[in-house]
Structures are given as C-alpha cells and as structure tokens.
C-alpha cells in the first residue's frame, strides 16, 4: 500500500511526478507552439512561392496572347497575302521562343473564293522552324476544338491541352482568337489565329518548383486535368475528379471546384500517388482560368522540430534521471533522522521507554521534533509511574470499598422472613446502594416480646462518610430504643448525639416506629423523612400525612412529635426513601410519589417479598440507562393480626 510506503519514497514519487508533469507540459508546449510557428511561415513562404511561379507561367501565356492578338489585328486591318501572312507567323516565333507554333486558319474560302481552306502552321523542330499545311485532308483543322470552341464563342479561348497528331505533334495548349473581315459589307468571321504553348515548356517551369525533398508542384486546367506533374503517367490521362471519385474523397473534389473557380488558399491535402500527408497552396494563373498547386511534405516540413523534440525528450528524460538521483540521495538524508526517531518510538511504543532516542545534532524541525521526543519520553515514564501508583492506591480503595460494603450490608438484617416464629406480623426488605457503600438503611428489632422497633433512613451524601454516618445512626437507635421509650424520644437522643460534634453538617432522615405485636397499634415519628404510605385492607393505598419534624444531626435539643396509627389485619405499612421518588430517567423525569402509589396500587394483592422486587424493577425500568443517583431503599410491613390458634399455621386475610 502506498500509503504505507517509506516517506523518501513518497518524496521521491512525488517530486518526480510535479517534474515529470513540468517537462511534458513544456515539451507539449515548445512542440504545438514550433509546429505552429513553421506552419504560419511555411504557409507564408509557400504563397510567395506559388505567386511567383504561377506570374511566371502567367508572364508565358500573356506573351503568346499578345502575339495572337497581334496577328489577328494585322488580319483585319488589311487584306494580305499568302507569302505575307507565312512571313508573319514565321516572324512571330523567332521572336518569341515561348511560343513553340502558331497558325492562321481561314473559313472555307475565307482567304478567296479561290482556295477552299488555307491554315499554314509554323512550328519548332529542335532549333528548327518548319512548315506544315493544317489544311491537308489527314489534319482537317475545322473539327478541332482550337478552332471550333472561339468560333462558336466568337472569344478567344485556351483550349484543353492536346496532342497534336500531325501538327505540332506534341502535348500542348492553344491559344485561339477569332479575326473578322467585311464581306459583302458585312463583318464576318475569317479564320482563327492560333499560338501553341509546349506543356514541356510548362513543366519545366512547374519542376523548376524545389520544396524540400520531396515537393512539388503541379498544374491543372480549368476542367480539372493535369496538366503537370511529376508522375508523367497523370498528365492528360487524370483530372482532380477523377481521382477523388477514384478515391471516394469528397474533399478533394471540393478542392478541384474551389481551383477551377479561380479561388486560392492553403488547407491540408494527401498526394494524388501516395498517402504522404501535405500542405498544399494554390493560386489561380487568370489568363488561361489554369490553377498551379504547391504540395509541402508535411512529414520534411516538420522534421526539423520532430528531430529537436526527440533530442529534448532524451534530455528530458536524462535530466530526470539525475533529478531522480538528486532527490532520493536528498531524501534519504533527511529522513534519515526520521527514521532512527521512527523506530525509537517504535520501541517506546512497544513500552520500552528506557530507550535511548538519536542525539540531537541540529536545531532544524528534525532537531526540535527529537527534542520533544524525549520530553514526551521522560513525561511518559512519570505519569506511568503515577499511573501505576495510582492504580495501585484506586485498586487498595476498591478493595477496601469493597469491604466496607459488605460490612455496610452485614450491619443489615438480610435473612428473611426474620421472625418466623411469629405469625403476627411479617416484615421485608431490599436496599440498593448507588455507589459500593450508601447512606440508606433500615432496621427492625424486638424491644420486648409484643413490641417491634422498626427504622429507615437515609443519610444526606453518598459514600464512605455517608456510610459511617448511616452506621453510627444505626447504632444510636438501636441502642437507644428501649422499652418505654417512645419513637419521638429515640430520635430527640440520637438527634442530639449526631449534633453533637457533627462538624461535616451531615445529616440523616428517619422514620422510626415501634409496632404492638398484639394491637396492630403503631406509635411513630418522622424525622424529616418521606411519608410511608398505608395498603389498606381492602386494597386501597395512601400516603400518612406528613408530621413536619426536622431531620436528625443538624441541632441539637429538637423534640420530635409521637404519632400512631393501628394496622387492622391484613394492613401493610410501605416505607421507602427518595432514591425511589427522585429516580430520574433519561428523559430527566422524575419517578415521583404519583407513580409510587400507582405502582404500589397495582402491587397490594402480592406478597409483600414480590411487591418489593416489583416496585425495585418498575424503578430500574423507568430509569433505563440513566445511572442511579441515589441510594434506594424499600421496606413493608405486614400486620397479619393476634393468632387466636398460636398452634396452626397463620394465613393472610387477603
């Protein structure tokens, strides 16, 4: 996982990654921008290039149809003669070498009604200028398109290049312009002058076009056809559309309209012999409505920069290469340290922290860090050794907790039923503390044989001082509780005892009454206790009213008020504390005395040990998950009435 990979490595992969992404980006930069630059110059050069080539063609043409246009207008100004008119064209092309021959062919008996047709033809043969009579039967120079098209169209017109098969007899193109003369007193079509142009001479100054390696030039005609090109199989034999309908390349066709339109441009374009890629521009050449193309090898035009991008690449990666070198030793010299602090903690880690961290060499953040290091070190081991002491003294305390608790509930009577000699009465109990030791108690004992001294209280505070408290007011009951002693006057002692010295203020409430065995009679007094409530013997429950006294140990000399009750049989007498009332719920509601009754209402038809262990487990319920804030005690006791028959077993009224 790469996550937990070394941090030289990731430092390493990293600084690698931010260079490797910076040289690319400056690569793919230089390139796209170099390539673009030579294209725009590229474009630029090869439009003067084509210009110029395409005035020189042009500077050709219009010198030949500025001779023609000569001959024609010396044919109409004047009548001439035969051996004029053959000087005339002899003349015309020793003085102009781009023309390689040129002709003066007349309408039958358009020279005189004496000759039916007359086309003399001078040509070039070598350095030679020869004859040739147009008008023989095996030429018949009327069907010629040279002759025909300008007649028809009474303009002068560039004919298509041809060979002239017993003419010229070379590939050429025809310059024709029409002559008139009035005859009859009409102006009338004579003859055609006409002036060839070589496609050699042509192709010569196309070839002259050196682009590179393997550029090139070609030239088209206003239909489309080749008229150069450097595959000589193409000339005349293949048009633009030929081969873009050869090729399915619609492209390429809209190229050949835009050319024989007479429109220029530059745009990309694949050769008409091979898949080489090009940049081709073209320019129109007006005089003839030809078109010159200038194909630029994409391939040589950009070979220049491919060959610096391959040697930036190899630099790139060289320089990578010894960057790489540079950031790992870097890397590993500084996390060096690191990694002796890595595996320092690694021990300490492991809890053994006696051992030694690196030495501290340098103030830099590496420095600083070993430095908090071994503070934290020597922290550690303190607060361990605090911790295990600690422990150890929280760990005696529970123990000792512990005991005191089980002290604390040895100091309760627990085994019930606790009389079971005497069916008179039965009496239950439960506690349960909040904490290992509470201040809750209760306790019940015989102060004579018909009368039951019967006590509950609860001690202000938790814990151990609570618990001593509870257990020193335990004590003071029961060893002041005598016979003839009433309820109000064994608080009025313990009261004054607690008070006495009582320095933590701590405090006790307790509700202490004596039953008479033999009456049901209750006397009773309530140091600030809750009222017990009373289960009726039909069942129904309420609560004693309250008698107003203070709680014990606050001061001293308070007098309690006696009060009684007489429990018919079958009556229970229920006494609890507030951990039972102030139970709180998650919610922070309050059990209350509202639902204590309800609860208990619900409970009276069960014996007294169920009616406890219900009402403690409607209290846990009710609290859910809140924790238990005090201690909760519960306590009944059932009057079952004098045994008129001691010797047969005693049941319950209800």
Known sequence: ???????????????????????????????RYSREIIQVNQEKDARNLVITNAIRIESVLTAVQKVTQGLADRLELSPCSKEEILTMIRTALEHNPEIYGSAVA??????????PTLAPYFHRQGKEIEFADLAKESYSYLQWDWYQIPKELSVPQWSEPYFDEGGGNIVMATYSMPFYGKIGGKRRLRGIVAADVSLEGLQKIVSSIKILKTGYGFLISKNGTLVTHPSKELIMNETLFGVAEARGDARLREIARKMIRGESGSLPFRDLVSPQKCWMTYVPIPSSGWSLAVLFPIDELTADINRLYRIMIVLSVTGLALLSLAVIFISRTITRPLRAMAKATEDIARGNLDNPLPLVTSGDEVGRMTEGFMAMQKSLKEYIRRLTETTAAKERMESELNIAHQIQMSILPKIFPPFPDRPEFDLFAIIEPAREVGGDFYDFFQIDPTHLCFVIADVSGKGVPAS?????????IKATAKVGISPAEILTRVNNELASG????????VFCGILDTETGEILYANAGHN?????HKGGQVSYLQKSGGLVLGVMEDMSYRVESLRLEAGECLFMYTDGVTEAMNTREELFSEERLHQELSRSVQKPIQEMVSTLMQEVKVFSGEALQSDDITLMVLHYKGKNPFPDLPYKTPF
């Open 502 to 509: 009582n320095e933590a203020v701590m405090f006790v409430t």
């Open 106 to 115: 007349f309408e039958p008996y358009g020279f005189d009604k004496k000759t």
């Open 531 to 535: 009222p017990p409530l009373l289960i």
């Open 468 to 476: 001593l408290f509870m257990a020193v007011t335990k004590t003071l």
């Open 1 to 31: 996982m790469f996550k937990n990979r070394s941090l030289a490595f990731k430092l390493t992969l990293f600084f690698l990654a931010i260079s490797l992404l910076i040289f690319s980006t400056l690569l793919a930069y230089t390139y």
